[in-house]
């Protein structure tokens, strides 16, 4: 074998096919990031979603055991005192509070996975009406406040 033949079988890759891979690699990261990036939006909008279901069985749970809506949320998780009225002024049967109506590591609301907080609740007492805090917009347009 001659000294040519041995320096062509060794050699790497040229500059162009160097190029090529770094086209093609860039190309498949445009495809797939954007879509692994809605992937977690996705799945704190279903977070949300189960969430806020549980929250307002939790609520009607509540009028059903109490005669009427909590007047604040946090009575989902604590027994309010005798006396106390509900949401709609009737007085609580708190006698019949079974709860508490959720479980949560912390003992607290389960936190709203835009706000990360379990306190940015918004509930409306009269109706018994709880939402996400978040000013945010989904991805189908609608404010998750409105959910």
Request: aromatic content about 6%; glycine content about 10%.
């Amino acid at each position: 074998m001659s000294a040519r033949t041995l320096r062509r079988s060794h050699r790497g890759f040229t500059l162009i096919e160097m190029l090529i891979v770094i086209v093609v690699i860039a190309i498949l990261a445009m495809i797939v990031i954007p879509r692994l990036m809605g992937a977690g939006r996705k799945a704190k909008e279903a977070a949300l979603r189960g969430d806020l279901h549980q929250l307002r069985n939790a609520v009607q749970q509540f009028e059903a055991d109490c005669g009427d809506y909590p007047s604040a949320s946090s009575q989902l998780m604590t027994q309010p005192a005798a006396g106390t009225t509900g949401g709609q002024g009737i007085a609580l049967d708190v006698n019949g509070w079974q709860g508490p109506y959720l479980r949560t590591a912390d003992d607290n609301l389960p936190k709203d996975p835009f706000t990360d907080s379990s306190t940015t609740w918004s509930y409306t007492a009269s109706t018994g009406h709880i939402q996400s805090g978040s000013t945010l917009t989904a991805i189908n347009g609608e404010a998750y406040s409105s959910w």
